[in-house]
């Protein structure tokens, strides 16, 4: 059993930053690969950035790509997502996921995170 925890979003300016964070409970959060989704209102939940669990060929969405990072910090037990270059239309709930292998499909994670909210103004 993984639990996730989201933490680090709020209400920024266009072309501002957030790194969110994602905390696991669980010795075998390094053996997970972590992705982070997001969902705004009215639309279904998307893809944004996975990470497996040895840290290399992380995927973007084409969206985010040059602009967000994701990284993990194994020891800490912690999958950051660094949000640089921000825009009105990354406003939304952000997810972190686990599952075992990496994935863009949000139906194949087993654990999710309650969510944090990111507001970018315009």
């Known amino acids: 059993q993984v639990q996730l925890v989201e933490s680090g979003g709020g209400l920024v300016q266009a072309g501002g930053s957030l790194r969110l964070s994602c905390a696991a409970s669980?010795?075998?959060?390094?053996?997970?690969?972590m992705g982070w989704f997001r969902q705004a209102p009215g639309k279904e939940r998307q893809f944004v950035a996975v990470?497996?669990?040895?840290?290399?060929?992380?995927d973007y969405a084409d969206s985010v790509k040059g602009r967000f990072t994701i990284s993990r910090d194994n020891a800490k037990n912690t999958v950051y997502l660094q949000m640089n270059s921000l825009k009105p239309e990354d406003t939304a709930v952000y997810y972190c996921?686990?599952?075992?292998?990496?994935?863009?499909?949000?139906?194949?994670?087993?654990?999710w995170g309650q969510g944090t909210q990111v507001t970018v103004s315009s």
């Open positions: 669980g010795r075998t959060f390094s053996t997970y690969a």
């Open positions: 990470i497996p669990w040895s840290g290399m060929s992380r």
């Open positions: 996921a686990a599952r075992r292998w990496s994935s863009r499909i949000s139906n194949e994670y087993d654990y």
